[in-house]
DNA sequence: GCATGATACTCAAGAAAGTGAGTAGTCAGA
DNA sequence: TCTGACTACTCACTTTCTTGAGTATCATGC
């Protein structure tokens, strides 16, 4: 029942329509949760339909109509509840681990394209993360943003984020290479046992 | 469908009941999946009756009989299928980032405590992965155990669960500061707007 | 000698999350 | 003028995850 509460707390920063809601929590910037439009407009409604947001209707003429939500003092105070609740311990899942758990059994090639692929992909987030936190801080540095500005909620979950993407990255990079480092002696160990100073095609499995 | 590939790789080291296997999964050591022992006992029925694992009954004299399992060849097939298809990018899902998000609007004190808890939460699996990498990797040297190890996989997925936890801790301790200085400089503000030297009482509420 | 906790599982129900498809207008570029 | 991308949503369905309860035996400690 957390996805309520994300909501309601990207909420505060301002109001939204469930689009832009959908916008955040999708690709990339959900440094806090991460949910499907389909998810979202779900939500709101439910949440409109408790009382604990509010939305208004704002008339386009180029667009299509889109309705604007807000949290009530009734959202804010389950917020409330919520934050005082015991956190649940945040557990891994993630699909590249497992094949990288798998790493002894499968074909090396194939988790090495896997590790570029999602090192490229936690570059991208660490650029847009950078870019987030800059814009947040304005022209102030961090230290005298985070002892004085006013919303620093969004900006320390942005430097979870960063912090993660970060060790992504280098996580990825290393065992690429470490993977690579051992995909090359099994090599040579098999040319060295067949064959010394043949050239047998190049295998990746091990 | 990761949970299944999940288990397939936690096979790989070797047979295990669903009660070893639901120990792994659960508390801690899941540093490549999480899950709970009934998910895990109907995913081994799952993927038995696919022919995926195969089981066989051990009787035991002093506990109940168990099942111990191992993958099958069309199970490792099956893993590497899953290796060769693209992982889709793992999102942050976590109730104490939500809190932390919201912490512009929410009173400081829980925040805090909750960030404290999740701090000795972390601190605690990352002396738990420390013991398993030494296990791990015996008397060898981490370079040396990852040059020539047999079994890298679980190595690597423990060292990135290590690295997140380090990331978890210090983010908890940097967070809890800031909001600790920021919520010290609220109080002195507010005293010095209503009674200059007076011992009005603190609140933590911004 | 009785509670507690470990081993070893199973069943049922419900909440949450994910997937796929569809509507409908606007705007920019080929 | 047609294609594709963007804004703005909705409906229906399936899979996955979580919660709670229950069974049975054995070992350990108070």
Redesign the interface.
């Known amino acids: 029942m ?1 996805l309520r ?2 909501v ?3 909420l ?1 920063d301002g109001e939204l329509s469930g689009y832009q809601l959908a916008k955040a929590f999708d690709l990339g910037v ?5 949910a499907l439009p389909q998810q979202l407009y779900a939500e709101l409604t439910r949440l409109e339909k408790e009382g604990l947001v509010a939305g208004r209707e704002v008339v386009q003429d180029a667009r299509p109509n889109k309705r604007l939500f807000h949290v009530t003092a009734d959202g ?1 105070a389950a ?2 509840r ?3 609740e ?22 090396t090639d ?2 090495i394209a ?1 590790l570029a ?2 090192e490229r ?1 936690a570059e991208a987030k660490i650029e847009l993360f950078g870019g987030l936190l800059r814009q947040m801080r304005g022209d102030r540095d961090e230290a005298e943003f ?3 500005g ?5 900006y ?2 942005c ?3 960063l ?2 993407e970060r ?1 992504n990255r ?2 990825c990079r290393r ?1 690429a290479e ?1 993977l690579r ?2 995909r090359h ?1 099994s090599r040579q160990a098999a040319e060295d046992a067949t064959s010394p100073s043949s050239s047998s095609p190049a295998r990746s499995r091990p």
Do not use: Y
Request: proline residues 3%; without cysteine; hydrophobic residues 55%.
């Open positions: 957390a509460h994300a309601l707390a990207a505060l959900a440094n806090f949760w991460h804010l917020l409330e919520f934050a005082a015991a956190a649940k311990p945040s557990f891994v899942r993630d699909d590249l681990l497992v094949k990288v758990q798998a790493a002894d059994h499968l074909d194939v988790l896997g692929e999602r992909f985070l002892r004085h006013e919303r620093i909620g969004p320390l979950t430097l979870r984020g912090a993660f060790e280098d996580w065992s470490i480092a051992r002696q």
